[in-house]
């Protein structure tokens, strides 16, 4: 079962990419309580079939304008720090 749900945007991020990367990551680190609420709206949070022991997600990005990263580097960003915060796996 694959479930996509919006928790957030994020605003203001710089434009180099390691600076960028630093904050993304400060920034998905914040989203545990809307990744949780997201969560309960799905199967996984009501009925765990033995499939797997936590639920996996990834992080998708869309960016508006240059920027002196890529996608790729934002969504590694975005995941380990939303990783981080819940302890779930990043797909």
């Known amino acids: 079962i694959h479930v996509c749900a919006f ?3 994020a605003a203001a991020v ?3 990419a ?5 904050s993304l990551y ?3 680190s914040s989203l545990a309580p809307g990744l949780h609420r997201a969560l309960q709206l799905t199967a996984f949070a009501s009925q765990n079939l033995g ?4 639920p996996r997600f990834r992080a998708s ?3 508006d ?3 002196g990263f890529t996608s790729v580097q934002a969504m590694a ?13 990043v797909d």
């Open 7 to 9: 928790v957030a945007a």
């Open 14 to 16: 710089p434009h180099d």
């Open 18 to 22: 390691d600076s960028a990367g630093l």
């Open 26 to 28: 400060t920034w998905a």
């Open 51 to 54: 499939l797997c022991s936590s």
């Open 61 to 63: 990005v869309v960016r």
């Open 65 to 67: 304008g240059g920027h």
């Open 77 to 89: 960003a975005i995941g380990a720090g939303a990783g981080e915060a819940t302890g779930w796996p």
